[in-house]
């Protein structure tokens, strides 16, 4: 792999549009690799794509960016890896890069803590009305009217965690610590913890006070959170979704937070962002957060330091060091 000399020289990777973590990954790594960044070209992207259709091998994608479609795939025949900044694949098309012969590197590991860290802090704001509370001192509604609504107490409730993946353990351990009981729900039952496991979606919601959902999207766990789902997690529960904004029905857990039929939410990913449903601005049982959940400057360096390894380790015809598991 040529590290140095001329930058044209240097082994090619495609940008479609800039992961948030990309101006640190080009300040770090700029001299190993030479990025060719389909947004900042004057050509409409098919063009773009079309000029480098014959040397692109290797391409970086993330899950904020444009969905890399057969269509894309088919006009980069030379495509050879594709390494995503997310922890998630359901932005590629795993089919067409498998008949294509395409590798996936995903970043699995490198958002756990930071996003089990989101999960407990939506919760406990949900619980304790800590934003609701901050808008009421803000508003100088305390003076004028009073004590604010009571929170609600964490430890001791029963948190259903739905994906007992690294991030559902690790949010698993976090409230553990609060005295919370957790149980949980996945694709298989978990024989090296002691949670109880529910295989029925319902029964989880049903005997829970909160849900975390942590599972991956996939065609199986698409609006797997749904209205039968909300109403059994009840009038009191309360949602936490820092997976993806399409694993939960959007428009029936709207229904039931205006409704009051569900107690509360915690959001940091919606069905289709950035739009957020406007109804939800207003209930102050909501909490909501920008997709933020791995952003911190500590989890933006580890992830450039992966993503970068994976480059050099495909043009050094090396194992990736994280291939992506497609499940």
Not at 123 to 141: E, H, N
Not at 151 to 176: D, F, H, P, Q, T
């Amino acid at each position: 792999m040529a590290l140095n000399g001329n930058h044209s020289e240097l082994p090619q990777v495609l940008v479609l549009l800039p992961p948030g973590c990309f101006t640190l990954l080009e300040s770090n790594y700029s001299h190993k690799f030479n990025f060719l960044k389909a947004w900042d070209s004057p050509l409409p992207q098919d063009q773009f794509l079309a000029t480098h259709a014959g040397s692109v091998q290797a391409l970086l994608s993330s899950a904020n960016g444009p969905t890399i479609t057969a269509n894309i795939l088919q006009m980069l025949p030379f495509l050879k890896v594709i390494v995503t900044t997310s922890a998630g694949i359901d932005h590629l098309d795993l089919a067409e890069c498998r008949s294509r012969g395409v590798a996936i590197a995903s970043t699995p590991k490198i958002f756990t803590e930071d996003v089990a860290d989101m999960a407990v802090g939506l919760l406990l704001d949900v619980m304790r009305k800590i934003s609701a509370g901050d808008r009421y001192v803000r508003d100088g509604l305390w003076a004028t009217r009073g004590d604010y609504a009571l929170g609600s107490k964490i430890g001791g409730k029963r948190v259903g965690i739905v994906g007992l993946g690294n991030i559902g353990l690790e949010v698993a351990k976090r409230l553990e610590a609060f005295g919370c009981n957790i149980l949980y729900n996945s694709r298989t039952e978990k024989p090296f913890v002691s949670y109880p496991f529910y295989s029925d979606i319902c029964e989880l919601a049903a005997n829970s006070d909160a849900l975390v959902i942590c599972c991956a999207l996939t065609a199986e766990t698409h609006h797997l959170i749904n209205k039968k789902v909300l109403l059994a997690l009840g009038r009191d529960g309360v949602i936490v979704n820092i997976g993806r904004g399409a694993i939960i029905d959007e428009k029936e857990m709207v229904r039931c937070l205006v409704k009051g039929e569900i107690g509360g939410a915690g959001l940091d990913v919606f069905e289709d962002e950035p739009e957020v449903p406007e109804e939800l601005f207003a209930l102050d049982n909501v909490v909501l957060s920008p997709h933020n959940a791995t952003y911190t400057p500590e989890c933006f360096m580890a992830l450039c330091e992966l993503v970068a390894g994976n480059f050099e380790a495909f043009f050094s015809k090396k194992p990736l060091l994280s291939p992506a598991v497609d499940n």
